[in-house]
């Protein structure tokens, strides 16, 4: 990580000047892989791609805090997501484009807590991501499903946030504004989470619901629905080993698709620069009177150059019952069980 700091003392002739301490942070991620799938198409037809991005999504960004005196500072964030394969902008809108596509907020913090406005992670996505072994990362989206798919898109756009913490208690509460005329209700979204941590353990829930729902796993639904979400979850470290286990409950009323989302595993540091990671995912869905299960194991392990760059190897399998059937193959995601291996180079800065 590079960082250039900058301090400037308040200019003119005044007995009591004080001095502001600003810190701005360049960093980034570059995650490129080389992928085999089975079952791509209807036919069953195989792939191989070169995959931007499965364990950590590809991205460059801006952070930066300022002292603003009495514990008082100010904070943001730029970060804008790219694709190591084409190079192309990602996080993009169905209509014109983003710059900076994963994250762009600004805001304040100290001892009452922190709070937030702009285009921010969704409350529940951030507690999922918590106790999530893959991190809902490209890898559970491509192969577990996970993902956006239960944490409104993953991020929402004109939100705001707060969160504090209080003996190892943190309680966040979010916000994000619809901006339809007429309607203040349609689009909005309304969250809240609680975590507890103490030394190797991690324990937390969110509960987030968002109106005017209009897309399930990529493909557009019949109505607009109120999507509802909660989820619980915990890590627990033991010596070399972290342990994960979550659920996330998620339902459409209108469109009458529910979720029920079971997930575990762990990362082993072996020895050196060895590291094995294994998740597994049970999802039960119910739709119109029918239902089926998806089943998906995907262990990684990983090699460590260094403290900035490593290279992985990930196999997974995921399997698909009935009514999990149908919604692979209507979305366009996956035709039929899949079977795919993942080798790759994540280099951070």
């Not at 805090?65 to 084409?86: K, N, Y």
């Amino acid at each position: 990580m590079k960082r250039i700091a900058m301090s400037a003392a308040v200019l003119g002739a005044v007995s009591c000047a004080a001095q502001a301490q600003s810190t701005v942070t360049i960093y980034g991620i570059v995650d490129s892989s080389i992928r085999y799938s089975t079952n791509e198409n209807a036919a069953g037809g195989s792939k191989v791609q070169l995959a931007g991005g499965p364990l950590s999504g590809s991205r460059i960004g801006f952070k930066g805090t300022e002292d603003l005196g009495g514990g008082l500072a100010a904070l943001f964030s730029l970060e804008t997501g790219f694709g190591t394969d084409t190079g192309a902008l990602q996080q993009q809108p169905t209509s014109g484009t983003r710059l900076f596509g994963r994250e762009s907020l600004v805001g304040l913090q100290g001892d009452f807590g922190k709070v937030t406005l702009g285009r921010q992670y969704a409350v529940i996505h951030d507690m999922v991501v918590s106790y999530d072994v893959y991190a809902l990362s490209n890898v559970t989206q491509t192969i577990g499903f996970q993902g956006g798919n239960y944490t409104m898109g993953a991020r929402l756009d004109n939100s705001v946030r707060y969160a504090g913490t209080y003996k190892g208690v943190t309680a966040t509460v979010g916000y994000s504004a619809g901006e339809v005329a007429g309607d203040i209700h349609n689009g909005e979204s309304r969250a809240v989470s609680l975590a507890y941590d103490d030394g190797p353990l991690h324990v937390g829930g969110a509960w987030q619901v968002l109106n005017n729902s209009t897309t399930y796993f990529s493909s557009a639904i019949s109505a607009n629905s109120k999507q509802t979400a909660w989820s619980l979850g915990g890590t627990y470290t033991v010596g070399p080993v972290k342990w994960y286990l979550g659920y996330i409950n998620n339902k459409l009323d209108i469109a009458d698709y529910q979720n029920s989302s079971y997930s575990a595993g762990f990362k082993w540091n072996i020895s050196g620069p060895w590291s094995l990671w294994n998740a597994v995912y049970f999802d039960r869905l119910k739709h119109a009177g029918t239902s089926g299960n998806r089943l998906t194991i995907a262990p990684t392990a990983l090699y460590a150059f260094s403290k900035r760059t490593d290279v992985y190897l990930t196999v997974d399998y995921t399997k698909l019952t009935d009514a999990w059937k149908t919604l692979g193959s209507s979305s366009g995601t996956l035709f039929g069980n899949r079977l795919g291996v993942t080798t790759g180079i994540r280099h951070q800065f």
